[in-house]
T-cell receptor, first 115, second 117 residues
Framework: DQQVKQNSPSLSVQEGRISILNCDYTNSMFDYFLWYKKYPAEGPTFLISISSIKDKNEDGRFTVFLNKSAKHLSLHIVPSQPGDSAVYFCAASGNSGAGSYQLTFGKGTKLSVIP | DSGVTQTPKHLITATGQRVTLRCSPRSGDLSVYWYQQSLDQGLQFLIQYYNGEERAKGNILERFSAQQFPDLHSELNLSSLELGDSALYFC????????????????FGPGTRLLVL
């Protein structure tokens, strides 16, 4: 039972254009969402997060949008750069008891930014 | 550099063997999490420790165990290894959950790549 889904395994975008990565979740207890970027042979790197009390969070070229009613979030990268080429993971967190807030990850979307 | 260190970077062993993976969290972080990433799989949560105590368990096999020491470093022990245990194992750390947000960002180490032959 996949609680966090990234339905697009891959995405190709021209340099300078917008990249939109999507993520859906099913668990209503999730109240905090994160995006991580991962290069081969490295650990995931935290990019941006959003709390369920907000619907948008922006950090430079990265913006995350949250639609709670649809249980959907998206990451927008504008403008896309070749260095953004990586696998992007969506993750969700909520209190799963005893104060534990482990992350549930999607399977990732491989973004390729074409020069 | 996230500040989380993991050793070794690579590990090759045989079926039936036992290995120990080590993780040092970021300075000041009290929580350590272990994740497994198998081929074509996302990261699967295994287990969490907070200030030396087990806090939560995920999809961790009985052959696997972990602990967090007084200096807050953590070790993941994998025993009776099988071919299917070949994967990337990541450690992450975070500060204690805040009272207001209830959740905090986790910072990941570079991982240990385990190959069981």
């Amino acid at each position: 039972d996949q609680q966090v889904k990234q339905n697009s395994p891959s995405l190709s975008v021209q340099e300078g254009r917008i990249s939109i990565l999507n993520c859906d979740y099913t668990n209503s207890m999730f109240d905090y969402f994160l995006w991580y970027k991962k290069y081969p042979a490295e650990g995931p790197t935290f990019l941006i997060s959003i709390s369920s009390i907000k619907d948008k969070n922006e950090d430079g070229r990265f913006t995350v949008f949250l639609n709670k009613s649809a249980k959907h979030l998206s990451l927008h990268i504008v403008p896309s750069q070749p260095g953004d080429s990586a696998v992007y993971f969506c993750a969700a967190s909520g209190n799963s008891g005893a104060g534990s807030y482990q992350l549930t990850f999607g399977k990732g979307t491989k973004l390729s930014v074409i020069p | 550099d996230s500040g989380v260190t993991q050793t070794p970077k690579h590990l090759i062993t045989a079926t039936g063997q036992r290995v120990t993976l080590r993780c040092s969290p970021r300075s000041g972080d009290l929580s350590v999490y272990w994740y497994q990433q198998s081929l074509d799989q996302g990261l699967q949560f295994l287990i969490q420790y907070y200030n030396g105590e087990e806090r939560a368990k995920g999809n961790i096999l009985e052959r696997f165990s972990a602990q967090q020491f007084p200096d807050l470093h953590s070790e993941l022990n994998l025993s009776s290894l099988e071919l299917g245990d070949s994967a990337l194992y990541f450690c992450a750390s975070s500060v204690a959950p805040s009272r207001t947000s209830g959740t905090v960002t986790q910072y990941f180490g570079p991982g240990t790549r385990l190959l069981v032959l």
